[in-house]
């Protein structure tokens, strides 16, 4: 059992190589674009990347997951699955992207940016390009190829810090350039930033577009399409969970004059959340096709739970790691997007249940009964756009941060009941509750120390007090990593 999980680590860490670099350059980022960019601009960035990531799961046809299934079945023939997924995602795309072509104009307008029809078409660019290398990454995680993977999502993501450093930093431009940004910064810039990484990246992938069969198998792609678009219709749920706040900022916002300001306040302080998502997204990339190969074995139920130990504890660390060094990772963000850190835990945790949720939502895709996707989706839509409706008036981003963790918690609840009812994993939910209680003992105990022994310390200062303070939160994140270590390895807490 200790190769598979040592297999399952290497690749997380290498697909990570690639996942770590987008996410620390965007993280880089934050304190670039909350100095050049105001609230407003970057609420409106924000806005538009929300668009993206919902679009972008409907027009995948929730093809990524579905290759797994069937490029693992015996008899099928692997390069014709990623053919079929391939032509049937560029088809659908490029149709999408003409009808933006075609409305660019009426359509930015309507949404109340005049003048700003090319980020529509941008959009349209960076949709059609994303979904069909999507297929072509796919690929490389079903071939074990993450180094491959991890070097062409490098040069995507190099690219589009080059677009971004040359279009705010570089003294002189070309004329031609204001054909499609703005001639002072503002949300075009970024938007355009990615459409021209999304150029790179597929020009990178050419070779490999080239090897895709033209011949399309019409019996195949419908078995394909029949087990993917209830994925896919399940993931639209999921994403509006993580999107539909941003987008409904616009119509509820307690500031209608001001709401995008308070849609970039929000967006800059989730950023500071972002290594929890990031370590969920490296996981991600590695254990889905580790979970299918492995669904055969005997012996899965097990490794899988452990999986889910291991997962939990250092999402933990992560927690900590970000909420006992706040005072420095504060100063990342720029002065006008402060008043939003009060979140940061909130969404920590937040997505730290999305991760669990992962793991334990495994069972209807392993057992094919993906149709129950749908309605754990959808209870937690229900909830995120209630807690956003009834609150997000009053409470503005505090709303959307709560709403993220309510809908989390609900599909985690759901999922884990119906996994242990239809796919029985012995999850260990008593080590898993210890995580819990030493993670939130020991943040409880810092705020404790830095409310009773420091309250006058402050992160500009750097005294003596401040850095007194940080050697405690240092001693208490070892000793949550030490018993966490220790509570992994006791054979003696088993289910009761």
């Known amino acids: 059992m200790a190769s598979p999980l040592k297999q399952l680590a290497g690749e997380t860490a290498i697909y990570g190589l690639s996942t770590i670099l987008a996410r620390v350059i965007n993280f880089l980022f ?3 674009y909350t100095r ?6 970057y609420g409106v960035v924000t806005e ?15 093809l990524e997951t579905g290759c797994f299934r069937f490029a693992n079945k015996e008899g099928i023939n692997s390069s014709k699955v990623y053919s079929n997924a391939f032509w049937a995602v560029l088809g659908l795309n490029a149709a999408f992207f003409a009808v933006l072509l075609a409305f660019a104009e009426p359509l930015s307008a309507l949404m109340g940016y005049v003048g700003h029809a090319q980020c529509l078409i941008y959009m349209g660019g960076i949709l059609l390009l994303d979904s069909v290398t999507a297929i072509l990454f796919a690929k490389l995680r079903q071939e074990h190829k993450p180094l491959k993977f991890a070097i062409l999502k490098t040069a995507k993501i190099l690219s589009e810090t080059g677009a971004n450093l040359y279009l705010f930093l570089a003294p002189q431009k070309p004329e031609w350039i204001y054909h499609f940004v703005s001639r002072t910064p503002d949300f075009s810039y970024v938007i355009f930033a990615i459409f021209v990484s999304c150029v790179v990246c597929a020009l990178l992938f050419l070779p490999d577009f080239a090897k895709m069969s033209l011949r399309l198998d019409g019996k195949l792609l419908r078995q394909m399409l029949l087990y993917s678009l209830p994925l896919m219709i399940a993931a639209l749920p999921g994403i509006f969970n993580d999107f539909l706040d941003r987008i409904l900022f616009r119509f509820l916002d307690n500031n209608p004059e001001g709401w995008r300001a308070s849609l970039g306040i929000f967006q800059a302080s989730v950023k500071l959340a972002v290594i929890m998502n990031l370590f969920i997204q490296m996981f991600r990339f590695a254990a889905e096709p580790f979970f299918f190969q492995r669904a055969a074995d005997k012996n899965s139920p097990q490794l899988y739970a452990r999986v889910m130990n291991w997962f939990v504890a250092f999402c933990g660390l992560i927690f900590l790691g970000v909420m006992l060094y706040m005072d420095f990772i504060s100063l990342i963000l720029g002065r006008d997007f402060r008043a939003g850190i009060g979140i940061v835990p909130i969404m920590l945790l937040s997505y730290m249940i999305l991760g669990m949720n992962f793991n334990v939502s495994m069972w209807y895709k392993l057992s094919g009964k993906t149709s129950m996707a749908i309605w754990i989706t959808l209870s937690g839509l229900l909830i995120t756009a209630l807690v956003n409706v009834l609150f ?3 409470f503005s981003y505090w709303a959307s941060a709560y709403g993220h963790l309510a809908s989390y918690l609900a599909m985690f609840i759901i999922s884990a009941a119906l996994g242990a009812k239809y796919y029985p994993i012995p999850y260990n939910w008593r080590k898993i509750a210890l995580f819990f209680v ?11 120390i830095d409310n009773a022994w420091f309250p006058q310390a402050e992160s500009l200062s750097f005294n003596g ?3 007194t303070k940080t050697g405690l939160h240092t001693i208490l994140l070892a000793l949550y990593a030490a018993t966490c270590y220790f509570i992994l390895k006791d054979k003696t807490l088993k289910q009761p």
């Open 48 to 62: 538009f990347l929300a668009y993206i990531a919902v679009l972008q799961v409907v027009l995948v046809l929730g």
């Open 36 to 41: 050049l960019l105001t609230p407003e601009s």
């Open 438 to 448: 030493v993670m939130g003992g020991c943040f409880a105990l810092s705020q404790w």
């Open 465 to 467: 007090a401040f850095w």
């Open 30 to 32: 934050v304190p670039f």
């Open 392 to 394: 997000m008036p009053r």
